[in-house]
Each structure stands twice: as C-alpha cells, then as structure tokens.
C-alpha cells in the first residue's frame, strides 16, 4: 500500500527533547507504539489509539508529522478534533452556498451563465481529510500527510460509518459542482499506492462499530513503567529550563534539578496516588502522565525560588507553611482527594 521510493520510516525519535525550532515538548513514544505506526503505514489502514486520558494518543499525529517532514510538518498535518455536533462531511468539504448566493445577487455571476458551474469550486472549502488529499496530490514525492481524528467517540453512533468510504477508497465526491459529463466531482488520491497516516484517538466514551473497527489496526498505549516514566519527566523539564535559557532568563530560576534530584520521591508518591486511585471501584480519575507533568513543572517553578522547599509528603513549603499539595495539581475530583487522604 505504499510506494518504495523515497520512504521515510517514523522512529519516534526526532522529538526526543525539547525542539525550540518547533515549540515542541519531547515525546518519547514506546517501542511498541512505534511499530503500531508501521503497521499500519504498511497496511495503509487507519491506527486506531485507545488509553487512558492524557497518555499522549493526540500528539503521537504531530510527532510523526515533524519526524516526516521537520520544518515543514505543519503544511502536511491535518488535526481534526472531534465534537459532539461534528458531522463525518466536516472532515471532507463543505460548500458555502450563502458566499454563493451572494455573489449572484451581487451580479458577479449569472446562475444561467454555462461557465458558472466551473466556478464553483472557489465556493467548496477542504476540510482536514480534503486537504490531506490534495495535498499527497500536489507533492506526490514527499512523505504522507498526517491527519489526526481526535477524539472519535465524541461525535454521534452514525459518525464513523459515515466516513468508512473517504477513508477506504481515499476519495469523496462534491455533489454541489459536476465534471464535465455532469458527475459529482472526485477528490482522492491520484495514487492508489498511497495513503496518508491517519491516526484516530478514542477515550472509549462509547463502543464504534465493528465495520468501522475492521478498517482500522488497533493499538493500546499501555501506561509507561518505571524507567519510560522517569525518562519522560527528566526530558521535559530540560525542555522547561531550555525555553527559560532561551528568553535570557538564568536557568536557575527553574528548579528542574532540584526536581530530578528528588525524582525518585516524587515518583514514588505519584505511583502511590495512582495506585490508591486505581484500586478504588469508587474512584472517579486515577493521574496519568499529563498530571505528573503539570505537577513536574509546578515544583519547578517553586523549587527554584529560595524561599520554597518540599515535605517528606512532597507538599510545597513556603517558610515552614505547606502552600501547595500535590493532591491539588494530580487529582480532579474531591472524593478522589478524600480517598487519598483516608489511605
């Protein structure tokens, strides 16, 4: 499903620190997740991601996309978040018929003009899929497009069957303007050979159907263990401290040594945290790595101001007073705080 020439494998390893060329935090995919993406780029099947919130489903899309065409990666990623309202057409075209409308009552055009059908098309706006599409078209020796369907199970039951067809055939058709011999006219991929890496997220708020799961490979990103964790953590605070450098501010404003020099405590009562909540039948959110980091950066941040320290509860003290408890930045519901607090 792919053409040889000029492929260029996705590593997982040019985001592997923080990249001010780009803005980018580090994200540093597992090995497992890294196949995923091969797979599927082999297959040319959509990669279906599932795992708990904030485990990094929706920036996997972006990383391929940077290790795929480095500083151009934004004219070639295509994101398209998922709401309950959204319509599988939004991803493909929509055709904006009051601009139409418009037009003709400014005398712009004749509805009867024979050359008003070919003027269409300045009417039809892309959406992400559209604009993948014509994009592999207008540089065929590039690497794919990367389009992100984020979120998936927000939108209506009828959503992904809808768009099982666009992504299958890699096409569409545009009732509102016609070819030549009167058909809908097609937007696809001119080469059958290829196929843009579409990377679809799912929180598992409600079951997609079968016919649209056996279109897709499947991946579940597994929470990272010890050492992946650690790795994570220490490279986005180098990022923290690499961006404060970068405004001319000393580093030593951000105390991300002092956080890595109590790593190991600050995982550990993390783990403790989760661990509690994920034991817990009534609990509602257990922290994952999204929580870790914002709790990350917020000891950063304090810890390198002189009056400010940490507990042996890993609480942050200001002069001798407990200010800010960890509790506060990793959990989001306040029975999951008491829960905590009763272990």
Not at 10 to 35: H, M, N, S, T, W
Not at 61 to 76: K, M
Not at 112 to 117: G, I
Not at 149 to 169: S, V
Request: net charge negative; charged share 30%.
């Amino acid at each position: 499903m792919m053409n040889e020439n000029n492929y260029k494998k996705y590593e997982g390893d040019v985001l592997d620190k923080y990249r001010p060329e780009f803005g980018l935090d580090a994200y540093i995919p597992a090995p497992e997740l890294v196949q995923a993406v091969e797979a599927a780029r082999l297959l040319g099947r959509p990669l279906l991601l599932r795992g708990e919130p904030g485990c990094g489903k929706t920036r996997l899309a972006e990383a391929i996309a940077v290790e795929l065409h480095g500083e151009a990666y934004r004219d070639f990623y295509f994101p398209w978040p998922i709401k309950s309202t959204t319509k599988a057409q939004d991803g493909l075209y929509r055709f904006d018929h009051l601009e139409r409308m418009q037009d003709v009552y400014a005398a712009k055009e004749q509805p009867d003009d024979p050359t008003a059908e070919a003027g269409l098309m300045q009417y039809v706006k892309l959406g992400p899929i559209g604009k993948a599409y014509e994009r592999m078209n207008k540089f065929p020796e590039a690497p794919p497009p990367v389009i992100l369907i984020d979120e998936i199970d927000k939108a209506d039951i009828d959503f992904p069957n809808d768009l099982l067809w666009e992504l299958d055939k890699r096409e569409f058709f545009i009732t509102e303007v016609k070819d030549q011999a009167g058909n809908d006219t097609r937007i696809g991929i001119e080469d059958k050979n290829r196929a843009p890496v579409v990377i679809i997220t799912s929180n598992d708020e409600k079951e997609l159907p079968n016919a649209f799961l056996r279109r897709c490979l499947f991946h579940f990103i597994e929470f990272p263990g010890e050492e992946q964790l650690k790795g994570i953590v220490k490279k986005y605070l180098e990022g923290l401290t690499q961006r404060e450098t970068d405004k001319g501010v000393s580093s030593i404003s951000i105390g991300s040594g002092k956080v890595v020099d109590s790593l190991e405590a600050v995982l550990e009562h993390f783990k403790g945290i989760r661990g509690t909540l994920r034991d817990n039948l009534n609990a509602s959110k257990a922290p994952s790595t999204s929580e870790l980091l914002d709790w990350a950066r917020i000891l950063a941040i304090y810890l390198g101001r002189a009056d400010w320290s940490v507990d042996e509860q890993m609480n942050l003290v200001q002069n001798g007073e407990i200010r800010l408890r960890p509790e506060q930045i990793l959990l989001k519901n306040r029975d999951d705080e008491r829960l905590v607090k009763n272990t």
